[in-house]
Nanobody, 119 residues
Framework: QVQLMESGGGLVQAGGSLRLSCVASGSIFSTNTMAWYRQAPGKQRELVAARTSGGSTSYADSVKGRFTISRDNAKNTVSLQMNSLNPEDTAVYYC?????????????WGQGTQVTVSS
């Protein structure tokens, strides 16, 4: 029903920046949350940043002040601007979508994109 297409991952040196983008297509509900998660080797997947269609945001403590999540509701797109990257940010980053429609709350994951930060 919903497809998430991610882009922007890659290799960057510590202190550098990357911008991840995710485009959602399909049966998109107007009320929804889009988010970025990441999973590093040996660690569980964790929430990095989330933004609702209403404009509220949340960030992991480890990325506050460095990462910024933004949305284009008309295009069903969410982006993650990552600045001041450090090796601890190395992980596979996943786009996430959750819709809200009455008692129906569909959720979907993107395929993931690798972000590698070298020291």
């Amino acid at each position: 029903q919903v497809q998430l297409m991610e882009s922007g991952g890659g290799l960057v040196q510590a202190g550098g920046s990357l911008r991840l983008s995710c485009v959602a297509s399909g049966s998109i509900f107007s009320t929804n949350t889009m988010a970025w998660y990441r999973q590093a080797p040996g660690k569980q997947r964790e929430l990095v940043a989330a933004r609702t269609s209403g404009g509220s945001t949340s960030y992991a403590d480890s990325v506050k002040g460095r990462f910024t999540i933004s949305r284009d509701n008309a295009k069903n797109t969410v982006s993650l601007q990552m600045n001041s990257l450090n090796p601890e940010d190395t992980a596979v980053y996943y786009c996430y979508y959750k819709g809200y429609a009455g008692t129906y709350f569909p959720s979907y994951w993107g395929q993931g994109t690798q972000v590698t930060v070298s020291s």
